[in-house]
């Protein structure tokens, strides 16, 4: 069995104005999973990766199955 090597990201830093704004986008991430609307959640979380330094979730996929964030091969 292949052992699959997560990479972490690190978050940028946010100023005390977009750390408010990211604790509203989880409140109403949380309110949005509760009551099962999907659609605005995934929004809602694209959102929050936007605005922390995410990679976006094709980069992340392509660095769990260990590719570069581009999908080309690592050296």
């Not at 100023?15 to 009551?35: G, P, S």
């Not at 979730?57 to 999908?71: A, H, K, N, V």
């Amino acid at each position: 069995m292949r052992r699959c090597d997560v990479e972490y990201f690190s978050e940028r830093v946010l100023t005390e104005e977009l750390a408010d704004a990211k604790k509203l986008l989880e409140r109403a991430l949380a309110i949005l999973d509760r009551t099962g609307e999907t659609e605005p959640a995934a929004l809602t979380c694209e959102a929050i990766e936007r605005l922390i330094g995410a990679p976006s979730p094709i980069e992340q996929w392509y660095l769990m199955t260990g590719r570069q964030p581009d999908g080309s091969a690592r050296a």
